[in-house]
T-cell receptor, first 113, second 109 residues
Framework: GAVVSQHPSRVICKSGTSVKIECRSL??????MFWYRQFPKQSLMLMAT?????????EQGVEKDKFLINHASLTLSTLTVTSAHPEDSSFYIC?????????FGQGTRLTVV | GQSLEQPSEVTAVEGAIVQINCTYQ??????LSWYQQHDGGAPTFLSY????GLEETGRFSSFLSRSDSYGYLLLQELQMKDSASYFC??????????FGKGTRLHILP
């Protein structure tokens, strides 16, 4: 199956700093990627849809200026959590759709201290 | 709006069969998927139904009834490694995949 690689898998940062998470489709081109956030024992909540070459589409309640998304190529989307705070600590997962399947990256566990 | 309903927890015995139901409300419905997620891991794809009926993949089967906005995941010959969370997810024509809240499956020896 298709492979989506996400990096880093874990990151700890200080409150107020920014963190960048990368999501790459390794063996297919993804014009659209999705970013999800998952709190412990909860479901995956769609944050935004990343579109190659255009602005991301954010779900209601997600701050565009806080979660910056860049999809500069057909194989790479990045999510930057700006001015991170402890409440941003979560599991962030990207996915890319290929045909009827969604392929997920390994996820990034962000801890803001 | 969009919503999916599935039980929060299900318990079954090793070797048995368990069914996890999912009902959904959405516009622009394209298909229903099922994903498995072990603690600390990313979701992995299990199955996809776009048409009514049963799809079988090994020990796992998935069913869809579009007229009832209902589907289920059937797991047979349960093994301890099947203990995980299972998410149904609707795929819409706008390419988005929206997940249900997940069903935590507990398997007893």
């Amino acid at each position: 199956g298709a492979v989506v690689s996400q990096h880093p898998s874990r990151v700890i940062c200080k409150s107020g700093t920014s963190v960048k998470i990368e999501c790459r489709s390794l063996d297919f081109q993804a014009t659209t990627m999705f970013w999800y956030r998952q709190f412990p024992k909860q479901s995956l909540m769609l944050m935004a849809t990343s579109n190659e070459g255009s602005k991301a589409t954010y779900e209601q309640g997600v701050e565009k200026d806080k979660f910056l998304i860049n999809h500069a190529s057909l194989t790479l989307s990045t999510l930057t959590v700006t001015s991170a705070h402890p409440e941003d600590s979560s599991f962030y997962i990207c996915s890319a759709r290929w045909a009827s399947e969604a392929f997920f990256g390994q996820g990034t566990r962000l801890t803001v201290v | 709006g969009q919503s999916l309903e599935q039980p929060s927890e299900v318990t079954a015995v090793e070797g048995a069969i368990v069914q996890i139901n999912c009902t959904y409300q959405t516009s622009g419905f394209y298909g229903l998927s099922w994903y498995q997620q072990h603690d600390g891991g990313a979701p992995t794809f299990l199955s996809y139904n776009a048409l009514d009926g049963l799809e079988e993949t090994g020990r796992f089967s998935s069913f869809l009834s579009r007229s009832d906005s209902y589907g289920y995941l059937l797991l047979q010959e349960l093994q301890m490694k099947d203990s995980a969370s299972y998410f149904c997810a609707v795929m819409n024509r706008d390419d988005k995949i929206i997940f249900g809240k997940g069903t935590r499956l507990h398997i007893l020896p």
